[in-house]
């Protein structure tokens, strides 16, 4: 394994050395002090502080290894929470290792993305993650801030969830503050024996509002960069050749917004890839090798309008057969993207095909069939379609999981 010196923080995207990681103290009966870095990190007020337990560097002989824990100086209590040093958020073992699996949810306003993430999440730790032999596990925090922005509202008040607020007012949702969790996967190996292997997803959900341009993208949204994989959601509303199709009724209660309102995926398309290039360097010619899964949002509403013999009518079959079925993802692949050229969007076509050396199409829906909301938000209990699709092809790209014929 290749050793790194330095590595760059998940929350905030500073660069920094590994010998500069610092600890945190959890002895409950510390002393609190104030927390300046933490307080700039959540834009507040560096006059009245967040209070926290003491920080603190603990050298290192070795440049490459960061120790696994310390000694707190105030009350020599061992503490193993490392932190960014820059903004004080816990640091997990993957990001210091550069193990970590950055998957950004991208798309334009009202998308879907939230729904999408609030989702995938609960379906991984229920039914993804298990089916492959695994769990997940939130880290640090990331299960609770889960559970109040997204699984309370959808799984037990049962209400759709609210557009998400640009990162540059609100830094306590899905796309300022990632949300991080291991998944912990069972290796098969000779002689009987299974392994452990563990990879850590950064999951970001964008708000559309922050991809209107590329100011505020290169400081909150940098993380895109550095993704393992795009998930970049389109939404059937906020193309005419569908909506034109359907009821106004069915179609207002599953756009959230206007279409005409909503920023063209296109040129989001071009924004991010404008920022991928800049951040590594790349001239424009050179195609970004991101692997990119354009997922059309929704299923559930154009259901009645895609080709009743299309294979993406099918439940997903990879978790229940425990690999990625190839046959199915092909015909996917091709029927969506049948579905884009005849509905017009050539355009966003084009821009995924000029600009990524490996993208594939999809569809899912986030809430399931016969789930659209009603017109005062709510919701039955999200059963979703088709929603690891991406996700798993994502892992099998990155070679977590391999695909099968
Ligand atoms: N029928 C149906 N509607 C959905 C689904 N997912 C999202 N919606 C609708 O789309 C709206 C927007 O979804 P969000 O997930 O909030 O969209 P977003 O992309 O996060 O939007 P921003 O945060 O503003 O960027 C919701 O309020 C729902 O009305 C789905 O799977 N099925
Ligand atoms: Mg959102
Ligand atoms: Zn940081
Ligand atoms: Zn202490």
């Given at each position: 394994m290749a050793s790194k010196s330095t590595f760059i923080c998940p929350y905030c995207f500073e660069k920094h050395k590994l010998s500069a990681v610092q600890f945190r103290c959890t002895n409950r009966r510390c002393k609190d002090v104030p927390d300046i870095e933490m307080t700039k990190y959540e834009n507040g007020n560096i006059k009245i502080p967040k209070q926290g337990k003491i920080t603190f560097t603990s050298p290192s002989k070795n440049p490459f290894l960061v120790p696994l824990s310390a000694p707190c100086p105030e009350c020599k209590n061992v503490t193993y929470k490392r932190v960014c040093p820059s903004c004080h958020n816990e640091l997990p073992e993957s990001t210091l290792t550069g193990k970590d699996m950055i998957i950004s949810v991208v798309g334009s306003r009202a998308t879907g993305k939230s729904h999408f993430v609030g989702v995938i999440i609960k379906e991984l730790r229920d039914r993804i993650s298990i089916s492959f032999g695994g769990s997940l596990e939130g880290f640090s925090d990331s299960y609770q801030r889960w559970e109040k922005n997204f699984g309370n509202q959808l799984y037990n008040n049962n209400e759709k969830l609210e557009l998400t607020q640009s990162s540059v007012q609100n830094v306590d949702n899905g796309a300022y503050r990632p949300l991080i969790f291991k998944l912990k996967l069972k290796k098969k190996k000779f002689f009987g024996r299974d392994e452990i292997e563990s990879f850590t997803f950064v999951f970001f959900d964008t708000a559309g509002e922050d991809l209107n341009d590329e100011d505020t993208m290169s400081t909150v949204n940098k993380y895109i960069c550095k993704s393992a994989g795009i998930i970049f959601l389109l939404d059937p509303m906020q193309i005419p050749a569908v909506s034109n199709q359907l009821d106004e009724s069915v179609v207002s209660r599953a756009a959230g917004i206007d279409w005409r309102k909503a920023a063209k995926a296109d040129d989001i398309m071009t924004r991010v890839s404008n920022l991928i290039r800049k951040d590594k360097g790349m001239s424009e010619t050179q195609k970004i090798d991101i692997p990119v899964a354009a997922v059309f949002s929704k299923f559930d509403v154009i259901e009645n309008i895609v080709p009743p013999d299309c294979t993406v009518h099918n439940p997903s079959p990879h978790c229940s057969e425990k690999c990625f079925c190839l046959s199915d993802w092909h015909n996917v692949n091709s029927e969506i993207l049948a579905l884009l050229h005849e509905w017009k969007a050539d355009a966003f076509i084009s821009q995924l095909e000029t600009n990524y050396t490996t993208y594939s199409y999809f569809t899912a829906s986030?809430?399931?069939?016969?789930?659209n909301p009603t017109s005062d938000g709510r919701i039955e209990r999200p059963r979703p379609h088709r929603i690891e699709d991406a996700l798993l092809w994502i892992l099998k790209e990155n070679d977590v999981i391999k695909g099968k014929k």
């Open positions: 986030a809430l399931g069939l016969n789930n």
